[in-house]
């Protein structure tokens, strides 16, 4: 359910303006809306106006960014996104393309003179490569790639092109079994991992290695030929999963080459470096069994770094930043004595240090490494998370920097002085009131600190009475760090009048190991105690109407609420939960990847001499329906195979069958998220009405 290198709201973004369906372009270009902003309130429709910064790209030159900003259109149910260009040094981006079609994967090519980028194309239905000029002029598209590209990297001498394409999958029909059946839809299936994530899987992405001119790619060719083994892969990967050498004689691909139940049960990726000269194959991680991934060579070749997990099918096991001596094989944890991990990170260009993003302490600030002493220093902070980090020096970066008050922007640290070099969005943050966010310490049932995000509304009185949400985190392991989401975003939380406690509860990440990896096998332990002492924390400020509180989370925050409704003493008036796992034995059968519940789970439901699976299986939700007592809305999406929609239809059930007061909402074209605008829009109109009837009196409102 976590994710490897993409944050909640990045992933999101990335999602919904990538242009690569085969709806994503249209004759009419969505630009910028209008939107009225009454008394300064935050809406469902000025949080889906705001602009969307992804993918900043500096220049070789280090003097321009080029980026994607995207917005969505609530009528037409669509999001597009363009690329801009802005001087490092700040000012007013110009905008280099104006299609209706999204452009993405933005790479700077001939010394910065050009750019390249993908952008889906009507003519072959599928996402192509295209050439433009820096100054966006002269666009052309180079590719004609059957399936379409959904990933690419350009060598650094501009001779070739890495790229990945699907692929029909390697289970093939019977011939003779469906030879004289043409208009049926069944699909046999002999494995595990025939579906994945909100797809069935009857394609898999492939590397292709091709010529590149810069006007046409040719020779292309699959160096996974034969191989039933998907890289990038599914469902984040991206060009990460690539690294050129800098003399552009060898490259390094990601892939976890297991299949069916195999794949299922694993996260063992490895790094494979790939020799053009002779075409071999060398598998440079055969001794670790967890993640590696992320691999970038040092300016000088002679080392790569990479992101390494040491703990089989756990999948948020501590970030090692490992660095592989090319010469010699020898591998070194340049991370080994910091309690902490990179989530991303960027060699400077002297490859003397290292500047990365790491949670720590509830945000997500930038530190830079030096490769020989391992010294790290932290070179921007404050109440924001760091994404998307490209190094300067060893003490200057380029990064995206968001907050729980304002979304993306691109700014430039400079040995701890940050300055925003885009404001997409000031217009209309300068026009919302927004709450207080405050961090707060509060006491945890086993003498730990815990670290928490308290948001108060807008125009807060502290001689009133509000209602107050505990926000229960997903992952399990994913941060409560200063993210700012389209879905579950406490700035419109706080503006329809609600006081939010948002704890960073047992099991995430910046907090150390320890902290981390106490959730696993526990599920309804420490963790759930820790939301108690939030919760009771809340209810005891003097401007927190006690009676008036509510519990909502996502995906295993679903899972939170569901376990808090059956063991929560009363301290709850309302409850919402978004693809939550309610049934844990259901789950680990029905979810697509199976290693990440044979981990926290700790096995089977069925192997009664596991103790550890006998105590996760036993704190399932579903034993205690019997104790729920608060009204409960539950929402799901059909595509999501994560956590399929039948575990929230099953509650919705048993709440009826108990006699609850309980409302479900059912998309049947979203997966673990709510994508599309309209739905978006729908989703934060039922999440309050929902709240306010149960929270703020007892009157029903209007649909």
């Known amino acids: 359910m976590n994710k490897l290198t993409l944050t909640m709201s990045a992933l999101c973004a990335l999602t919904a303006v990538s242009g690569c369906s085969k709806d994503a372009s249209d004759d009419e270009i969505i630009e910028k809306p209008n939107v009225e902003i009454v008394n300064g309130m935050l809406t469902p429709e000025v949080l889906e106006a705001f602009g969307r910064v992804s993918s900043a790209v500096v220049s070789p030159d280090g003097k321009e960014v080029a980026f994607t900003l995207g917005y969505e259109n609530i009528e037409k149910n669509k999001s597009n996104s363009e690329i801009y260009l802005v001087s490092t040094e700040g000012g007013e981006p110009r905008r280099l393309t104006k299609t209706a079609a999204s452009e993405s994967n933005i790479q700077w090519i001939e010394d910065g003179k050009k750019i390249a980028y993908l952008r889906y194309d009507k003519e072959t239905e599928a996402t192509q490569l295209f050439v433009m000029n820096s100054d966006g002029s002269d666009q052309k598209k180079i590719s004609d790639v059957k399936n379409g590209i959904e990933c690419f990297v350009i060598s650094p001498d501009g001779k070739k092109i890495i790229y990945a394409s699907p692929i029909d999958d390697f289970n093939k029909k019977d011939e003779e079994l469906f030879k004289d059946l043409p208009n049926t839809t069944g699909r046999v299936v002999d494995d595990l991992m025939y579906k994945h994530w909100d797809e069935w899987v009857t394609q898999i992405p492939h590397p292709f290695l091709a010529d590149f001119n810069g006007s046409a790619l ?231 600190e815990m670290v928490c995000w308290e948001i108060l509304p807008p125009d807060f009185d502290p001689n009133k009475k509000y209602p107050a949400i505990l926000y229960c985190q997903g992952g399990p392991q994913q941060a409560v760090s200063q993210f700012w989401s389209y879905r579950w975003n406490f700035m419109i939380m706080a503006a329809n009048g609600y006081v939010i406690i948002a704890p960073n509860r047992r099991g995430l990440p910046g907090f150390g190991t320890e902290w981390n990896q106490q959730i696993s096998k526990d599920y309804g332990g420490q963790n759930m105690k820790d939301y108690f002492s939030a919760t009771d924390y809340i209810k005891g400020q003097p401007y927190v109407n006690a009676d008036k509180v509510g519990a909502i989370g996502a995906s295993y925050g679903g899972f939170s609420v569901y376990w808090l409704a059956g063991h929560n003493d009363g301290r709850f008036a309302a409850l919402i939960a978004h693809a939550g796992i309610f049934n844990m034995e259901a789950q680990y059968l029905e979810t697509e990847e199976s290693f990440f519940a044979e981990y926290d789970m700790g096995g089977p439901w069925w192997d009664k001499s596991n103790a550890a699976a006998q105590n996760t299986f036993a704190n399932s939700p579903h034993h205690f329906v019997n104790n729920w007592t608060a009204p409960m809305l539950i929402t799901v999406g059909e595509l999501d195979y994560r956590i399929l929609a039948s575990q929230g239809m099953q509650a919705f059930n048993a709440a009826k069958m108990h006699g609850l007061e309980a409302e479900m909402l059912v998309f049947p074209d979203e997966n673990h998220w709510v994508l599309k605008p309209q739905n978006a829009i729908l989703w934060q109109r039922v999440f309050f009405r929902f709240l306010d009837k149960y929270l703020k009196d007892n009157t029903p409102k209007d649909n």
């Not at 756990?314 to 094989?329: H, I, V």
């Open 218 to 448: 040719e020779n292309a060719k699959d160096i996974m030929e034969g191989e039933p083994f998907e890289c990038p892969m599914r469902p984040f990967g991206g060009a990460e999963s690539f690294a050129w050498a800098p003399d552009s004689k060898s490259l390094v691909y990601v892939s976890r080459k297991k299949k069916g139940m195999d794949y299922a049960f694993s996260t063992d990726s490895n790094l494979y470096l790939y020799t053009l000269e002779d075409g071999k194959t060398e598998d440079l991680t055969p001794d670790n069994f967890g993640y590696d991934t992320d691999p970038i060579f040092s300016p000088d070749g002679k080392t790569l770094a990479y992101l390494s997990m040491e703990t089989p099918m756990y999948e948020s096991d501590k970030k090692r930043l490992t660095l592989l001596d090319m010469a010699t094989r020898q591998k070194r944890d340049l991370t080994e004595n910091w309690d902490y991990w990179p989530e991303q990170f960027s060699w400077a260009p002297d490859g003397k240090a290292i500047v990365f993003t790491a949670y720590y302490q509830g945000t997500a600030p930038l530190f830079s490494i030096d490769v020989n002493s391992a010294e790290i220093k932290t070179i921007a902070d404050g109440i924001c998370d760091y994404v998307n980090v490209t190094a300067l020096s060893a003490t200057k970066a380029v990064a995206l920097r968001h907050s729980m008050q304002a979304p993306n922007e691109i700014c430039l640290a400079d040995n701890g002085n940050v300055k925003d070099i885009t404001a997409v969005n000031k217009d209309l943050i300068d026009q919302l009131k927004l709450g207080e966010v405050k961090k707060v310490i509060v006491p945890t049932t086993d003498g730990k």
